[in-house]
């Protein structure tokens, strides 16, 4: 879906090296302008559509895969970064930039559902087969973020549940 979406006329399209992001409508250029490189922050797609109030649309996805709760996670200032990197064109070559970011199996982003259900604050629905839920992107952050405020690693697996994303992420906030 999302690789026809960016294809469409009219749609904008970012050149972000690790997450492109694509936008159609009067604050696609906006919302796809030049974003530094880790890939989520107020000045990122993502906390762009958050400051513009604007809408997430999942569909046939869960939260799992819903890059929102990425920015929840850094609003809310989470103890748990990994190195990631990149490899950018500085003047014609290519250059790795390594950088930091909130990383794990995000298993437990499908908590969000109930909290935003319990809050009244998300639509759901189908679309032919597939599951969506609609919501906007403030209800979103505005209730992740007071909880991850009170328990920064509730979105990690327990410490004996064998997830090794989770326990590398655990284990980034002791360095």
């Given at each position: 879906m999302a690789e026809s979406f960016w294809r469409m006329p009219g749609t904008l399209r970012g050149d972000h090296p690790t997450s492109s992001f694509a936008a159609v409508g009067p604050h696609a250029e906006e919302i796809t302008a030049a974003q530094p490189l880790s890939p989520v922050g107020l000045d990122s797609p993502i906390g762009r559509v958050y400051r513009l109030d604007g809408s997430i649309l999942l569909l046939g996805i869960g939260h799992d895969s819903n890059t929102t709760i990425h920015l929840a996670e850094a609003l809310a200032r989470v103890p748990y970064r990994i190195r990631k990197w990149?490899?950018?064109?500085?003047?014609?070559?290519?250059?790795?930039?390594?950088?930091?970011?909130a990383d794990h199996c995000c298993r437990n982003f499908a908590l969000v559902d109930d909290w935003l259900r319990e809050r009244g604050l998300k639509d759901e629905g189908t679309v032919g087969h597939a599951t969506a839920r609609?919501?906007?992107?403030?209800?979103?952050?505005?209730?992740?973020?007071?909880?991850?405020?009170?328990?920064?690693?509730?979105?990690?697996?327990?410490?004996?549940?064998g997830c090794?994303?989770?326990?590398?992420?655990?284990?980034?906030?002791?360095?």
């Open positions: 990149a490899t950018v064109l500085r003047d014609g070559e290519p250059l790795r930039v390594e950088f930091d970011e609609l919501m906007r992107s403030n209800d979103l952050i505005g209730t992740v973020v007071p909880k991850l405020e009170r328990d920064p690693l509730r979105f990690l697996c327990a410490a004996d549940a090794q994303d989770c326990d590398a992420a655990r284990r980034s906030t002791a360095s």
